[in-house]
């Protein structure tokens, strides 16, 4: 779009909104009551009637489809630039299409009903919010507070078109269905730039599984670090019933499945099993917590099995045993920024801490006896030396291969997973696997491979667990029985 173009544009607006709007009084602060629940609980704890700082960094709405979350974000956003005019926001939704079609329609709709200037203005709501995407900006009040507009995929990719970008305060509608990594950079960027305004951020958004939102905002088992950064309010489409009619409720209620009907309708944090590579784990059934996980704590009488799956970043290893026909995941290794020697340091230490077991069985990555023009040793080599100073306290074969020359074929590895949670025979010490449980819960099929894009760090600790159990339980499909007497005659079961 050319300056000219833009000048006229702004032109255009002013002349409109002196038409338009004339004297008319801003009433958002003396007529908007938010609907009981949810909405008035989230803008409570906001506190959007004030500047003051609050003590979290971000809050976030969760909720069901036509509840209320966008209308309640858009009422936020208005109140920081009108309480605030000097600072800049930023106004971004997972997608273009979400943002000119939905989120802007909100702000929209809320400047005219609160008599709120908004530029660019357009004669229809439609327009109006299809501008103010294409300008990526808008200006919100009296004092033309200037708002950032920008789809979560300016954050995202080689270019990072928002990356340098300064704000004090930020709404992200529908940030579920956004990657993470659009969220780790606005995070970076709010709270800085002119004004005196504490860095605040929103997200009202439809829950979309265990993801990173869960990780942070949901999780009653996150440290108390995050419990103080991020606050969660949940509310229900029930709640806006007097707006979307009842008729519109029930067809959602017969349109849904029950998993679909808690995300979509009570903005709950279920498992839902699309795209989904291993649907058959379930937190409730295969994670044991407290008490119960003492039954897969590690038995330094039993064989330790250890699987391991290659990468830099990060650097990654399971330790499982196995009681009866159950693999049992009792401890995990996570290391950023690390290598395989520094992984079976750790290892070491925490198997002398916990006691030598009579045995350790090795599993994993075949590809991991490669070696490369830079190295002479393979990252087996390495393994097996770091793990040395175990076998030396037991004997030269103390230590036992069980990886395979080459690899299983991916989805072969990924059944014989699926098959062992369809059996509840494989179950996940919580507390020590919480990566783990992450992988399990997240990732996600790519075409016909597994996503490994969307979160580099997803899936490299549930490949080290397919490794193990593909060796001890490869999947088999079951062998029909022939019947091989005679044919029968006649008729389409012959």
């Known amino acids: 779009m050319s300056w000219n173009t833009l000048l006229n544009l702004e032109m255009a607006t002013q002349q409109a909104l002196a038409k338009s709007q004339g004297e008319s009084r801003i009433t958002l602060f003396e007529d908007f009551e938010p609907n009981p ?21 971000w809050s976030a709405l969760l909720g069901g489809i036509g509840g209320g979350k966008s209308f309640a974000g858009a009422i936020w956003a208005c109140s920081r630039a009108l309480l605030a005019p000097d600072t800049r926001g930023m106004i971004s939704a997972n997608s273009y299409g979400q ?19 908004l530029e660019p203005w357009r004669e229809s709501p439609e327009d109006q919010a299809l501008a103010i995407a294409n300008c990526q900006r808008c200006y919100i009040g009296p004092e033309r507070s200037f708002v950032y507009v920008l789809a979560a995929s300016a954050f995202t990719g080689g270019t990072q078109a928002g990356r340098g970008l300064q704000v004090r305060w930020f709404w992200g509608d529908e940030f579920a269905y ?17 004004g005196t305004l504490k860095g605040q951020g929103i997200l009202t958004t439809s829950p979309a599984g265990y993801n990173y939102l869960w990780d942070k905002f949901g999780d009653p088992t996150r440290s108390d670090d995050l419990k103080r950064i991020y606050q969660m309010v949940s509310m229900s489409s029930l709640e806006n019933r007097a707006y979307l009619g009842d ?26 099993v ?70 079976t340091e750790q290892i070491v230490d925490w198997v002398e801490d916990n006691g030598i077991p009579p045995e350790i069985q090795i599993f994993g990555d075949a590809t991991g006896r490669a070696r490369s023009a830079a190295s002479k040793l393979s990252s087996w080599d390495i393994v097996f030396q770091g793990l040395e100073p175990l076998a030396l306290q037991r004997g030269r074969r103390y230590l036992v291969r069980k990886f395979a020359d080459s690899n299983p074929y991916v989805v072969n590895r990924i059944h014989s997973v699926n098959q062992l949670f369809r059996q509840n025979r494989c179950f996940v010490h919580f507390a020590n696997c919480q990566n783990l449980v992450k992988d399990f819960e997240q990732v996600t099929w790519n075409e016909e491979s597994i996503n490994k894009t969307d979160n580099p760090l997803l899936s490299h600790l549930s490949d080290a667990a397919g490794y193990l159990i593909h060796g001890i339980y490869p999947f088999k499909k079951a062998e029909r029985k022939r019947d091989i007497g005679k044919r029968k005659s006649g008729g389409l079961a012959a």
């Open 37 to 57: 629940g949810g909405q008035t609980k989230f803008l409570q704890r906001c506190d959007w009637t004030s500047v003051e700082p609050l003590k979290h960094r």
């Open 99 to 117: 943002l000119s079609r939905a989120t802007l329609l909100a702000l929209v709709e809320v400047c005219r009903i609160f008599n709120i200037p």
């Open 178 to 194: 956004a990657a993470e990594k659009a969220f780790l950079t606005i995070d970076g960027r709010l709270g800085r730039g002119p």
């Open 247 to 272: 008729d519109y409720v029930a067809s959602l209620e017969a349109n849904y499945g029950d998993e679909l009907y808690q995300q979509e309708i009570m903005g709950q944090f279920i498992n839902t």
């Open 274 to 343: 699309k795209g989904l590579i291993y649907k058959y784990f379930s937190r409730t059934d295969h994670c044991l917590n407290d008490q119960d996980a003492q039954l897969l704590e590690y038995d330094r009488n039993l064989p330790l099995l250890l699987t391991f799956d290659f990468n830099y970043n990060p650097a990654v290893c399971i330790a499982a045993q196995m009681r009866g026909n159950e693999i049992h995941f009792c401890h995990e290794w996570f290391l950023m920024d690390s290598d395989v020697w520094e992984l």
